[in-house]
């Protein structure tokens, strides 16, 4: 007998981060069972895509936890209690690109507010800083984090905010996070991770006295160059509950499909990323050791200034390399020459990539202050995928002869 239309249950069983069992569980295992199936009405062990906009209600206000996918959507809600597992956050929060996770965090801040940040990041980020949030009267000065005083020194009455990135994109600088956190606190400032070259795997701000974390979910959250992502974490109930006001009220929300996309990606993370890990560190003394390279940097070198405190704060040194060679031409002529490395912007793949930051990922940061952070005309910065690294380091040697 046919019974009609069986209610669809609305999101996959409660697995929360909260609970002891989940506490005890390794990496991936959150990565593969937190916020997943199986699928309480048929057993699919894989989460289901909820693509509806909108959710029916029995009455007016009473419903089954979702009302309008910006508010609140199934396969988000997994994504979310996924990637809070995995940095092992209280909360996490998803939205439609790393830059609108960041827009909508900064949003929280008022006019007048002050921002430290690293001086060497994501140029998107700087842009984002200088050309968008000054216009509505937030103010920024950038400032080497890895050097206490100097943070110190440029925190004011007004600083509400220390923005870090570490390993910086692109020159792979790292910053002590537990020293910096323990500045910005005595200051009453709210310290933000950008985690995105890190990943949760390899590091976990949130135990090192952050008190928010940002990723590009693009990168290695998604890890297959095929869905544009962003998340931020938080253990402060406080922060969690402006963000959300802030996630629904401002809409940079991902696509349910784009959900799934990284709740597929992220079950792998830890095997690529220990993967690039191992080939980036023998591909970064391997262009060591070549002559046509002037300077390599990789936070597992012993020639990185901060290796020791990378060495404290993450598992493996991850999968970002970058070098330098003599000048513009003879960069531009080592990326054009490269046959497995893409030469293309982005990063965190399980496919190598090459770029150039000066002209491509950074060329929104003007020359002067390029400069001055160290990111020169020389410089090509690498995403090292899951390749066999024989191969990869053939690919550069062949390009820089
Ligand atoms: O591209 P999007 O998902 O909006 O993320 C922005 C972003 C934020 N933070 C860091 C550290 C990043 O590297 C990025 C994006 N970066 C690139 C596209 C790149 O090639 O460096």
């Not at 006019?111 to 994501?122: A, K, L, R, T, W």
Request: proline residues 6%; aromatic residues 6%.
């Amino acid at each position: 007998m046919n019974k009609g239309p069986r209610p669809h249950p609305a999101a996959s069983p409660p697995t929360s981060p909260a609970s002891g069992e989940v506490k005890s569980w390794g990496f991936s295992t959150r990565a593969l069972h937190v916020g997943q199936g199986p699928d309480p009405a048929t057993g699919a062990v894989v989460q289901p895509i909820h693509m509806a906009t909108t959710f029916a209600q029995q009455g007016v206000g009473k419903h089954k936890g979702f009302e309008y996918s910006r508010t609140g959507n199934p396969t988000r809600n997994a994504l979310e209690e996924c990637l809070a597992a995995l940095e092992d956050a209280r909360h996490c929060l998803a939205f439609a690109s790393g830059l609108g996770a960041e827009t909508t965090l900064l949003l929280m801040l008022s006019p007048g507010d002050h921002v430290v940040y690293m001086e060497d990041v994501y140029g998107g980020t700087f842009r984002l800083f200088d050309k968008v949030l000054k216009r509505y009267g937030l103010t920024f000065s950038a400032v080497d984090a890895s050097d206490l005083d100097a943070v110190e020194k440029s925190v004011t009455p007004q600083t509400k905010m220390v923005w870090l990135e570490s390993p910086t994109n692109p020159l792979l600088r790292v910053v002590d996070i537990d020293a910096v956190s323990e500045v910005a606190h005595s200051h009453g400032a709210l310290v933000c991770v950008d985690n995105t070259f890190a990943t949760p795997y390899l590091q976990q701000p949130l135990h090192l006295g952050a008190d928010l974390v940002v990723h590009s979910s693009t990168k290695y959250i998604g890890g297959h160059s095929d869905v544009v992502g962003g998340s931020i974490m938080t253990n402060s109930d406080e922060l969690e509950k402006q963000l959300r006001f802030h996630q629904n009220a401002v809409g940079a929300v991902p696509s349910p499909f784009d959900c799934w996309l990284l709740l597929r990606g992220v079950k792998t993370l830890a095997l690529r990323v220990e993967r690039q890990s191992e080939n980036a560190m023998e591909l970064a003394s391997a262009l060591q050791r070549n002559k046509a390279v002037k300077r390599v940097f990789y936070p597992g070198l012993d020639s990185h200034p901060n290796r020791a405190v990378a060495a404290r704060q993450m598992r493996m040194f991850g999968g970002m390399v970058s070098f330098e060679v003599a000048d513009e031409p003879a960069a531009f002529r080592t990326l054009e020459r490269l046959k497995i490395f893409a030469l293309a912007e982005s990063l965190g793949a399980v496919e190598s990539l090459a770029e150039h930051p000066a002209r491509m990922t950074h060329a929104s940061i003007p020359a002067a202050e390029r400069e001055r952070a160290g990111v020169g005309n020389g410089l090509i910065r690498l995403s090292v995928g899951v390749e066999d690294v024989a191969d990869l380091i053939a690919d550069l040697e062949y390009a820089l002869t």
